[in-house]
């Protein structure tokens, strides 16, 4: 089992920024792929970034290229989001995942989530 908790997320208005870690635990050696998703409310779960141990390749959705980074720290088994110039319609609740494999398309362990607010 792998155990990945969140936490960074808040309030900030917009234009101001925000980073979002994500601690991996328990069998967090055998994942490859880390990304962050987040879930607006009324919306689907959508994807923003992602990271591939393995391969240092990182992935963004087009609506955060160049606003958002995505960074690990493999001694703290842990992964990163770094979110600037945050617009209102960034506001949903962010959820870290990771898999075995190199970017998935279904990830097989999910965190709690993370609430980011951003007022205008």
Not at 30 to 57: C, H, L, N, Y
């Amino acid at each position: 089992q792998v155990q990945l908790v969140e936490s960074g997320g808040g309030s900030v208005q917009a234009g101001g920024s925000l980073r979002l870690s994500c601690a991996a635990s328990g069998r967090s050696f055998s994942m490859d792929t880390m990304g962050w998703f987040r879930q607006a409310p009324g919306k689907e779960r959508v994807f923003v970034a992602a990271i591939s141990w393995s391969t240092a390749i990182t992935r963004y959705a087009d609506s955060v290229k160049g606003r958002f980074t995505i960074s690990r720290d493999n001694a703290k088994n842990t992964v990163y989001l770094q979110m600037n110039s945050l617009k209102p319609e960034d506001t949903a609740v962010y959820y870290c995942a990771a898999d075995r494999a190199v970017f998935p398309t279904q990830y097989d362990y999910w965190g709690q989530g993370t609430q980011v607010t951003v007022s205008s």
